[in-house]
């Protein structure tokens, strides 16, 4: 089963889609990342690995750029205009550096153009951290962290109109059916796929 965003779903010049536990996806075909939780953002002109990194950029049509992820959130941008499209994979250490706001810089166009889903990862409900993280988060004691929260509003800061962006709401770690976590199951954890394609 692949997730779809509504909002990205109305571009008619795309296709994506959110991996999921059951979803037939391989990267094979796709541009890849060798992800290490940064904000390097890398552009894609050929389909297998573009470096290290966690956020591709394309406008090449028939290429999909793609992340793995396992409780952090992919992230897929879709530009309006130039049709450039981008995958990010965020979790706490490329949130707090910003890598939404690197990638829309990177995509080179208007941030109003921009339309974001913010895919299925760890929720709020389920993320607790420690003192160290959560003061990168603005709290004083260790608590939980909404990752979703924060890149929508790093999404917005950037420029990225509200009413362009749309939140899953999916939580990997409490729903074990449908999704692979990290945080639930450890090393054991499998990951899912999510990609973005202009086409």
Same mark, same amino acid.
């Given at each position: 089963?692949?997730?779809?965003s509504?909002?990205?779903?109305?571009?008619t010049?795309?296709?994506?889609?959110?991996?999921t536990?059951?979803?037939?996806l391989?990267? /094979?075909?796709?541009?890849?990342?060798?992800?290490?939780?940064?904000?390097?953002?890398l552009?894609?002109?050929?389909?297998?690995?573009?470096?290290e990194?966690?956020?591709l950029?394309?406008a090449?049509g028939?290429?999909a750029?793609? +992340?793995?992820?396992?409780?952090?959130?992919?992230?897929?941008?879709a /530009?309006?205009?130039?049709?450039?499209?981008?995958a990010?994979?965020?979790?706490w250490?490329?949130?707090v550096?910003?890598?939404?706001?690197?990638?829309?810089?990177?995509?080179?166009?208007?941030p109003?153009?921009?339309?974001?889903?913010i895919?299925?990862? +760890?929720g709020?409900?389920?993320?607790e951290?420690?003192?160290?993280?959560?003061?990168?988060?603005?709290?004083?004691?260790?608590g939980? +962290?909404?990752?979703?929260?924060?890149?929508?509003a790093?999404l917005?800061?950037?420029?990225?109109?509200?009413s362009?962006?749309?939140?899953?709401?999916a939580?990997?770690?409490?729903?074990?059916?449908?999704?692979?976590?990290?945080r639930?199951d450890?090393d054991s954890?499998?990951?899912?796929?999510?990609?973005i394609?202009?086409?």
């Amino acid at each position: 089963m692949i997730l779809r965003s509504a909002l990205l779903s109305s571009l008619t010049w795309l296709d994506h889609g959110f991996g999921t536990r059951h979803a037939p996806l391989s990267q /094979d075909g796709m541009a890849s990342l060798k992800q290490i939780h940064s904000a390097v953002v890398l552009d894609a002109a050929s389909a297998g690995p573009a470096g290290e990194g966690d956020a591709l950029v394309t406008a090449h049509g028939g290429l999909a750029v793609s +992340v793995r992820t396992a409780d952090c959130y992919p992230i897929l941008l879709a /530009d309006a205009r130039t049709r450039t499209v981008a995958a990010v994979h965020a979790g706490w250490r490329g949130t707090v550096a910003r890598i939404v706001a690197a990638t829309v810089a990177k995509m080179g166009g208007h941030p109003a153009d921009i339309y974001a889903a913010i895919g299925p990862g +760890v929720g709020v409900c389920c993320y607790e951290v420690g003192e160290d993280v959560a003061r990168l988060f603005g709290l004083d004691a260790p608590g939980n +962290v909404d990752l979703a929260a924060a890149n929508r509003a790093l999404l917005i800061a950037a420029g990225v109109p509200e009413s362009n962006i749309e939140l899953l709401n999916a939580c990997t770690r409490c729903d074990a059916a449908r999704f692979h976590s990290y945080r639930r199951d450890r090393d054991s954890a499998g990951r899912m796929i999510s990609y973005i394609c202009p086409l």
